[in-house]
């Protein structure tokens, strides 16, 4: 082994597994100088070019193992690379939930602000849906279950790629937040099956009326009852797909960039 070619399948290794050209190149090139002062060093004890470098190589280790190694040392840098589990396991929630408050808090002032400025003190509950109703209630809905897990994904894939995390971890986070928003269901009473009722009245909810639902089958042991909640409507199916797709859409993607970015450094190279 020589020191060029250390230095061309080190660089092009640590690229490949998501670390950025500079920082590959620059690790390549301090390992390449450590290489050659190892083999000038044997050099002198009496062993020919060859092998020296090759023994400089065997005392460096495999390339496998200092790949791994200076991976682990760049992911140290980020607070997503020392603990990986804790942020793509439970982080999805804890920055979903974050962003429900958030929404809630935003809309709950400006509701009151507008109903203050108006004189209005209650919205008329009068059993009609409106147009405009289903507009607001669906539009509030398409943004919690849909745009926020989608913006909350993203931003934790743009941490994953800044700290050299593998696409594992971004599926992990998918799939938490598939099964954590495809469990609520969310609307108007005519989405929900049955005839449902105020628990203090008895009386049958209106129209109108806004229902939020978690499943059932938490304490039930019928796979039935799993599958029929998730696949009660294609609203909630989308619940549960969309982030997975979002989380297809962003491993393709940086795989597809890696892929750039080592073709860019085998032509340099």
Known sequence: MNTQKLLEGFQTDLVRRGLPVDYAQ??????ADHHRDLTEELLTSGLDEPAAATQAAQRLGDQKTLVKKSVREFQRRHWCGRWPLLTFLFGPLVLLITAWVSTYLILAVVVVSAMKLTGIEDPSND????????????????????????????????????????????????LVLAVHVGTFKCGFVDRFPGNPINLETGEPLGADMVMMSIPYFFMSNSLHDVWAWYASDPWQCCQLLLPVLVAGLIVWRSKNFAWRREQSLRAMC
């Open 26 to 31: 620059k690790t390549a090139a301090e390992l």
């Open 127 to 174: 059993g009609i849906v409106s147009t405009s109703e289903y507009l607001i209630m669906y539009g509030f809905i398409g943004w919690c279950v849909f745009v926020m897990p989608a913006a909350v994904l993203l931003f934790l894939s743009r941490r994953a790629s800044r700290a050299g995390v593998g696409w594992q971890w971004i599926t992990l986070a998918a």
